[in-house]
C-alpha cells in the first residue's frame, strides 16, 4: 500500500501539487486530477457535484456525471493524505479546518487582505513585507497544466488578478517608502502586462522620475501615448499629459495622487461619497479587527450576499458598522451605504418597515388589513425603487430572531436589484442562495498579525489583551494590569469582546486578581457595570446568551444543558448517549444538534484526524448550560448518562489501539482525552467503579505509550484505592487487570509494601478466569516473579515462544531492557531487533517505535553514532504518528549527540541550542538544560575550544541544585563527563574537579545500597569513568582507578558522550600504568560475574585510600 507524507496544503500558483510537511511540492497526476483540485481549492465554500461536474468535463460530460466524480475523487484520494478531500452536505471541499487556508490561493488572498489592511492603518513595511510574502508563492504559471476550458481560464483569470492586486500594494507601498526602483520594477511589469492601463502608466512614471530617472519616465509616457494611438486611435488623459509637461521641466518631478494611492481594489477617498444612512461610528476604536474589516469587504466584492455569523458578544454589530463605514469611504462603485437595525423587532412583518425606514422612507400603517396588505405590496414597489437608484450596500444587523423574514427579504430583493449589496449578521445564517458567511472568530490572547495596534512595549499584545487593557484604563487610569494575568483572564473568557468589556469595567472597583478569582462564576461577576448606552441584550453577560436561549425550543433547550458536562466539545453520538430518548430517536437528536449550530451556540470543526464531526460551545455558553442543568435538578442524571458513555466509548475504543488499526486508536482516543479525564474525576468521586476501571485502562495504556507518565502517575492512587474492595464483573476484568499492573509497576518504585498487596490482588483476579488479556496474563506472571532475577529471567524465555505476537514481543522488549541494565548489550540489541521485526509484521506502530527507539540508544551506550543516528531516524517517524513528544524529546539529544559524533556538528548545536534555550519549551525542565550544556561542552571540546567546553560542562552539572536532582542518572553521567573533561584538560587537581569526584563517589554508594538488584549497571559503569580518570592522575588511588577502568568495560559502561568513550580512557591508563597492570586490571574484572562487578566497584569508592584525596 502506498503511503503518502501529511499535506499542509494544496499549491496551485503554479503546477498543481500538495504540499507536503517537508514543504515539499509534489505534482498531482492526471489532468481531471488536478482540475478537481483547482475546482475545490479556489472555493472558498464546499462545491456541489453539479459545478463540479460542468468544471471538469465542460460541454462534454460523462453519461454518468455523478458516477464518474466519485470515481475521480476516489481516485485523487489515493494520491493525497486522509481527510484530504471532503464530502460535506454542500458539496466538497478540500480537508482543512478552515477553508481559506486549504490552498496556497486561498493564503495568498488572506495575505492580500492583510496588506490592505496594514496599508490602511499606515504600516507600510508591514504591507509590503505581506505582499511580497503572498507574490513568493507563485511557483509557475496557474492554470498551465489544466488543459483548456471554462475552469483554466476562470482560474488564469483569477490568480492574474490577485498577482495585479498584490503587486500593485507592493509598489504603493514602496513609493510610500521611498523604495522607487522596487517600484518602478514592480510597476514595469504591471505596465507590460496591461499595455492600455493609463493608471498603471501614470505611477510607473512618477516613480521613475522620484527614482532620478527623469528620461525613462518620458519615455513611459511616449510609449504609451504610441500604444494607445495605435490599438485605439485615442489619446492619453489630460492627467497624464500634465504629468509628462511638469516632467519635461527642470524643476523636481512631482508625485501624483495616483502614485500614492493605496493598493485597495477601490481607490482611498478622502471623505464619504454618495448617500449613507444609520452608520454609527463609535467613540471607541474597534481593536483586533481591522483584518476581518478588509476580509469582509472582499468578500463584498465577490458575493451580494455576505453574513458576519457568530455568537453573541462577538461584536458582529461593531464590525458591521466598521465595514458599512469604509465601504461608504473607500469604495466609490457604492455610493450608497444604509444601516438597518432589526434587533428593536419584535414580529416578522416589521423587517420591511425597518428596511425602509433604513432607506429614508416612511411609512404609516392604516385602519385595515386590506389597506395593510396594499400598504405592504407598495412599500416593497418602493424599497426597490429606492434601491434601484443606485448602487448600494444595505446592512441588516441582528437578523437571528426574524430569520425567515430577513430571509425572504434578502432573497426577495437580489432577485428584483441588480446592484444591491447585502450584509447581514447573525447567530444564525439566512440559508439562501449565494449567502457567502463569514464566521467571526474570538479574539485572541497571542499577537495575531492585526496591523495597526500601538502599544507602549518591545511586545506585541495579543487583541484580546489590549481590548481589556484600553477598556480598564478608561474605567481606571492607574489600575495595575499585569499582562499574564490578563492574558488569563481573557481566556477564561473565550476571547468573547463584550465579556472582555464587562470584566475590564469591573476593574473600576476591582483588581485584575480579584476578577480572575471570581471568574468561576461569571454570569453573577459581569452581571453588571456594562456600557449603559448598549441595548440591553447586551448589558449583562446574561442577557447575551438568553437572547440566543429564547430562540430554541424546549427540546433544543435541553439538549444544550445535558451536553454542557462535556468539558471539550462532543460528536452526535456523545450527544445522542446523554440526551432524553425522543419519539423521533437518533434523528431527533440531530435535528436539534443542527438547531444549535443553527443559532451559533454549537459551532462545528472537522476532526480530519479521525474522519469526524465536532461540535464545540464557548465556555461561556457551557456553563450558561451547566447553570440551567443545575436549576433544573437534573445534574446528578445526566453525569450517570455520561459516565455510562465515557465506559461504553472506553471499551469500544481500548481493541482499535492495538495492531494496524492503532494510530486511528490514538487519534479517538485523543479526541476525547479531556472528556474522558473529566468522566475519570467523576467517577471517582461517584463510586462508579466500573466507568473508573474501563476509562483507567484506556488512558493509563494511551499516556504509557506516549510517555505521559506525569498524567497516569497523577490519577494511579486514587484509581488504585477507588477499586480496591470492588468485586469486579467478568466483562470488566481485562480492564481491571490492566490498572492493577499498572498500578504494580508504579508502586514498586515507592512503596513496596503496597507492591506486594497489589500484587496478591492482581493474582486473585487472573486466577478467577475472567481475564483474557494475553498481555495482562504475560505481566501477571511477571509480577509473581518480582523480587529475583533468576525467576524473571525464566519467566522471560517462556513467554519469548508464547504463540501471541503481542506477547513475545513485550518480552523480547523487556528482555532487551533487562539486558541492557545487566550490561549485557549484545544479547539487549539481539533482543530488541527481534521484538522489531515482531511488531513491524503486527503493524503496531507504538511497538515499532519503541524497539526503534531502544535500537539507537543502545547504539550510542555502545559508541556506534552512525547505526544510532539510523534507528534514532526510524524511531522518530512511528513517535510523531503515535504523539509521543515527551519521548520525541529524548530522541532528539540522542540523535543529536550522535551527529555530532559522525561531524555533523551543526545540526547538533542546533539541536542543543534549542535545550539550553529559556523561551524554547524545553527550557523549564533542568535535565534538557543539562543535555543541551553537555552536547555544547563536547562539541567545543572537539573543536580545541578547551575554556568553552570546560565551561559549559560546568554549566550542565550546575543546573541541578536540589539533592534529589542531583541522583538522576542524567546527572551523574553529565558530572562524570565534566569530571573527565577536566582531568583530559589537565585540570585533575583543581578544588571543584575533587568536589564532583565526591559528589559521584556517594551517589553511586546510595545508590547500589539502595537498589542492589536493580542498579542500572552501564550507567555505573559510566559514573566509574569520570572517577577512574580522576584516581588514574593520582599516585595513592592510581590502581584504583585502573582496576575501575576495567571494571567499566566489564559492565559495558554507556559511551553516549566522547569524554566517557572507553578507548580515550584506556589511552589515559597507559600514561599510568605498564601492560602487565592494565591486563590483569582486564582479567580480574571480567571473571566476576556481572552482579559482582557494581559490588565490586562500590567496595572501590568505599575505601580508605579516598579519606584525604582532596588533601593531596
Known amino acids: 500500500m502506498v503511503t503518502h507524507p501529511k499535506s499542509t496544503g494544496i499549491a496551485i500558483l503554479g503546477p498543481v501539487s500538495v504540499i507536503t510537511h517537508d514543504d515539499i511540492r509534489r505534482p498531482l497526476v492526471g489532468e481531471l486530477s488536478r482540475r478537481l483540485l483547482v475546482a475545490l481549492g479556489t472555493s472558498k465554500t464546499p462545491v456541489s457535484a453539479t459545478n463540479l461536474s460542468d468544471d471538469l468535463w465542460d460541454e462534454n460530460p460523462p453519461a454518468n456525471p455523478k458516477a464518474a466524480l466519485q470515481t475521480l475523487v476516489s481516485r485523487v484520494r489515493s494520491q493525497l493524505p486522509d481527510n484530504a478531500i471532503q464530502l460535506t452536505t454542500a458539496g466538497y471541499r478540500l480537508g482543512s479546518d478552515r477553508q481559506h487556508d486549504s490552498s496556497d490561493l486561498s493564503i495568498a488572498q488572506d495575505e492580500l487582505a492583510q496588506s490592505r489592511a496594514s496599508a490602511h492603518e499606515g504600516n507600510w513595511d508591514q504591507s509590503v513585507s505581506q505582499a511580497e510574502r503572498a507574490l513568493s508563492r507563485w511557483y509557475g504559471e496557474p492554470a498551465a497544466d489544466l488543459g483548456d476550458g471554462q475552469l483554466a481560464e476562470r482560474f488564469r483569470r483569477q490568480a492574474g488578478d490577485l498577482w495585479e492586486a498584490l503587486a500593485l500594494a507592493k509598489a504603493t507601498g514602496c513609493v510610500r517608502l521611498g523604495r522607487f526602483d522596487e517600484a518602478v520594477a514592480v510597476l514595469t511589469e504591471l505596465s507590460r502586462r496591461n499595455p492600455l492601463n493609463e493608471q498603471y502608466h501614470i505611477a510607473l512614471a512618477a516613480a521613475q522620475a522620484k527614482a532620478g530617472h527623469r528620461t525613462d519616465a518620458l519615455l513611459t509616457f511616449a510609449e504609451f501615448r504610441e500604444t494607445l494611438a495605435h490599438q485605439l486611435g485615442a489619446s492619453p488623459t489630460s492627467e497624464f499629459v500634465q504629468l509628462n509637461a511638469e516632467l519635461m521641466r527642470d524643476d523636481a518631478p512631482p508625485t501624483p495622487a495616483t502614485a500614492m494611492a493605496v493598493a485597495d481594489p477601490i481607490p482611498a477617498q478622502t471623505a464619504a461619497r454618495g448617500i449613507t444612512r444609520g452608520i454609527r461610528y463609535s467613540a471607541e476604536p474597534l481593536i ?23 455568537p453573541g458578544g462577538l461584536g458582529k454589530t461593531s464590525l458591521a458598522h466598521a465595514v458599512a463605514h469604509e465601504a461608504a469611504t473607500r469604495v466609490p462603485a457604492i455610493p450608497a451605504v444604509s444601516v438597518a437595525e432589526l434587533a428593536g423587532i419584535s414580529s416578522p412583518e416589521d423587517v420591511g418597515l425597518m428596511l425602509a425606514t433604513a432607506l429614508g422612507i416612511h411609512e404609516t400603517s392604516t385602519a385595515s388589513r386590506r389597506a395593510d396588505a396594499i400598504a405592504r405590496l407598495d412599500l416593497r414597489s418602493r424599497i426597490v425603487a429606492a434601491l434601484s437608484e443606485r448602487p448600494t450596500l444595505l446592512v441588516i444587523d441582528n437578523c437571528e430572531h426574524v430569520i425567515d423574514s430577513a430571509a425572504a427579504w434578502a432573497n426577495d430583493l437580489l432577485g428584483a436589484v441588480s446592484d444591491l449589496t447585502l450584509l447581514t449578521t447573525s447567530r444564525s445564517p439566512l440559508a439562501i442562495p449565494g449567502e457567502a458567511v463569514y464566521e467571526l472568530a474570538t479574539l485572541s490572547t497571542v499577537p495575531t498579525g492585526e496591523p495597526g495596534t500601538a502599544v507602549p512595549s518591545t511586545t506585541r499584545l495579543g487583541p484580546a489583551v489590549e481590548l481589556f487593557r484600553e477598556r480598564a484604563r478608561a474605567v481606571r487610569p492607574g489600575a495595575a494590569l499585569p499582562i499574564d494575568v490578563v492574558s488569563r483572564l481573557c481566556d477564561r473568557l473565550d476571547g468573547l469582546p463584550l465579556a472582555i468589556e464587562l470584566a475590564a469595567a469591573r476593574v473600576r472597583s476591582l483588581s485584575v486578581d480579584d476578577i480572575e478569582q471570581r471568574i468561576g462564576d461569571r454570569f453573577a461577576l459581569l452581571g453588571a457595570g456594562g456600557n449603559r448606552s448598549a441595548p ?11 437572547w440566543s436561549w429564547n430562540l430554541l425550543g424546549d427540546n433544543e433547550r435541553d439538549l444544550l444543558t445535558r451536553v454542557s458536562l462535556f468539558a471539550d466539545g462532543f460528536t452526535l453520538e456523545a450527544a445522542e448517549a446523554v440526551a432524553i430518548a425522543t419519539p423521533g430517536g437518533q434523528g431527533d437528536i440531530a435535528a436539534e444538534v443542527d438547531a444549535l449550530v443553527q443559532q451559533s451556540l454549537v459551532r462545528v470543526v472537522e476532526e480530519p484526524s479521525t474522519g469526524t464531526v465536532r461540535y464545540r460551545m464557548l465556555e461561556t455558553i457551557r456553563e450558561f448550560g451547566a447553570r440551567a442543568l443545575a436549576s433544573a435538578g437534573q445534574t446528578g442524571s445526566v453525569q450517570q448518562r455520561m459516565l455510562d458513555w465515557a465506559r461504553d466509548y472506553a471499551t469500544a475504543t481500548a481493541p482499535l489501539t492495538e495492531g494496524a488499526q492503532q494510530l486511528r486508536g490514538f487519534r479517538l482516543v485523543e479526541a476525547e482525552q479531556e472528556n474522558l479525564v473529566a468522566a475519570l474525576r467523576s467517577s471517582l468521586e461517584l463510586g462508579r467503579q466500573d466507568t473508573t476501571l474501563e476509562v483507567f485502562s484506556l488512558l493509563s495504556l494511551f499516556w504509557a505509550r506516549r510517555g505521559a507518565y506525569s498524567e497516569m502517575g497523577s490519577f494511579i492512587g486514587e484509581v488504585e484505592a477507588a477499586v480496591r474492595d470492588y468485586n469486579v464483573p467478568p466483562q470488566h476484568a481485562n480492564a481491571a487487570g490492566v490498572v492493577l499492573g499498572m498500578a504494580v509497576v508504579a508502586s514498586s518504585f515507592t512503596d513496596l509494601r503496597s507492591t506486594v498487596r497489589i500484587r496478591k490482588r492482581l493474582l486473585l483476579l487472573t486466577a478467577s478466569g475472567h481475564v483474557t488479556d494475553h498481555r495482562v496474563l504475560a505481566m501477571t506472571r511477571l509480577a509473581r516473579a518480582m523480587g529475583s532475577s533468576s525467576r524473571i529471567d525464566a519467566t522471560l524465555a517462556e513467554l519469548r515462544l508464547a504463540p ?4 513475545a514481543g513485550l518480552a523480547l522488549m523487556l528482555s532487551g531492557q533487562n539486558a541492557e541494565n545487566g550490561g549485557d548489550l549484545t544479547a539487549a540489541i539481539a533482543y530488541t531487533s527481534e521484538a522489531y521485526q ?36 526510524i524511531a522518530r517517524a512511528g513517535l510523531i504518528d503515535i504523539g509521543a513528544n515527551d519521548d520525541l524529546r529524548q530522541l532528539e539529544w540522542l540523535i543529536a549527540i550522535n551527529e555530532a559524533a559522525i561531524g555533523n ?12 534555550d529559556q523561551d524554547s519549551p524545553q527550557a523549564p525542565n533542568t535535565e534538557f538544560q543539562s543535555i543541551g550544556w553537555t552536547g555544547l561542552a563536547e562539541i567545543a571540546l572537539a573543536e580545541g575550544r578547551t575554556d568553552d567546553g570546560l565551561s559549559q560542562y560546568a554549566r550542565a552539572v550546575g543546573v541541578f541544585d536540589r539533592p534529589s536532582e542531583r541522583a538522576s542518572p542524567w546527572s551523574l553521567l553529565a558530572t562524570s563527563g565534566c569530571v573527565a ?5 589537565g585540570k585533575a587537581y583543581e578544588p571543584a574537579t575533587s568536589v564532583l569526584v565526591d559528589r559521584l563517589r556517594f551517589r553511586l554508594i546510595a545508590s547500589y545500597r539502595r537498589r542492589a538488584l536493580y542498579t542500572d549497571k552501564p550507567v555505573a559503569g559510566a559514573v566509574s569513568i569520570g572517577i577512574a580518570a580522576y584516581a588514574l592522575t593520582r599516585p595513592d588511588l592510581r590502581m584504583i582507578g585502573l582496576e575501575l577502568t576495567a571494571l567499566a568495560e566489564a559492565v559495558n559502561s554507556r559511551q553516549d558522550q566522547p ?8 589511552e589515559l591508563a597507559a600514561q599510568h600504568s605498564t601492560l602487565d597492570e592494565r591486563e590483569s586490571a582486564r582479567r580480574l574484572a571480567s571473571a566476576l560475574p556481572m552482579d559482582d562487578r557494581v559490588t565490586r566497584i562500590s567496595d572501590l569508592l568505599i575505601g580508605s585510600a579516598w579519606k584525604n584525596h582532596r588533601t593531596k
Open 1059 to 1066: 569524554t566517557l568513550n572507553r578507548s580515550r580512557l584506556w
Open 804 to 807: 501471541e505476537r503481542s506477547v
Open 981 to 985: 573533561a577536566h582531568v583530559y584538560a
Open 288 to 310: 483586533g479587527r481591522s483584518l476581518d474589516v478588509e476580509r469582509v469587504l472582499v468578500s463584498l466584492t465577490e458575493h451580494r450576499l455576505t453574513t458576519i455569523l457568530g
Open 838 to 873: 515482531l511488531a513491524v509484521a503486527e503493524q503496531d506502530r507504538w511497538s515499532q517505535s519503541s524497539a526503534a527507539l531502544a535500537l539507537a540508544q543502545f547504539n550510542s551506550q555502545t559508541a556506534h553514532p552512525a547505526e544510532a543516528v539510523r534507528w534514532g531516524e
Open 905 to 916: 556538528t551543526d545540526r547538533a548545536a542546533t539541536i542543543y541550542a534549542a535545550f539550553v
Open 536 to 546: 440591553l441584550r447586551h448589558r449583562t453577560l446574561q442577557a447575551v446568551i438568553e
